[in-house]
C-alpha cells in the first residue's frame, strides 16, 4: 500500500463532487489510489470533519433538492425520473436514501419544500 497524501484526499473528494449521481464504493477509491481502505475513511473524515459515505451523502441530498426546486420553484417531475437523475435504479431507492438520511418519505419531504417556498 502506498502513503495517503492530502493530494489523495483531494483527489477521493473532487470525484465525489464531480459523481453525486454515481455510486460510490470507498475500497475503489482506496484501490485506485494504491491506499488502505480503513486508513483512507479515518484520513477523510480528520481533513473534512465527515465520512465519505456521509459527505457523498449530502451532495446527493444537494442534488435533490436542485431537481425539486426546478421548473420555476413548482414540481413537475415524478419521483421515478429524479431518482434516476441522483443515480438510483427506481423510486424505491429514493424513498429509502430519503427514509436514512432525513427520516421522512418522498411525499413529505417534497410537502415540506413546497411549504416553504
Known amino acids: 500500500m502506498g502513503e495517503l497524501t492530502e493530494d489523495i484526499l483531494e483527489a477521493v473528494k473532487k470525484e465525489i463532487e464531480n459523481s ?3 455510486v460510490i464504493q470507498i475500497n475503489k477509491f482506496a484501490e485506485k489510489h494504491k491506499v488502505c481502505q480503513k486508513i483512507l475513511h479515518y484520513k477523510f473524515i480528520l481533513k473534512y470533519g465527515i465520512s465519505i ?4 451523502d449530502k451532495l ?19 419521483s421515478f425520473d429524479i431518482a434516476t ?6 423510486d424505491s ?4 436514501f430519503l427514509k ?7 411525499t413529505k419531504y417534497l ?4 411549504n416553504n417556498q
Do not use: A
Open 111 to 114: 410537502r415540506s419544500v413546497n
Open 93 to 96: 431507492g429514493l424513498q429509502n
Open 20 to 22: 453525486p449521481d454515481k
Open 60 to 78: 446527493k441530498f444537494e442534488l435533490l433538492e436542485i431537481l425539486i426546486r426546478q421548473k420555476n420553484g413548482k414540481y413537475s417531475r415524478t
Open 100 to 106: 436514512r438520511t432525513k427520516g421522512i418519505t418522498f
Open 85 to 90: 437523475s441522483l443515480g438510483f435504479r427506481t
Open 53 to 56: 459515505k456521509d459527505y457523498h
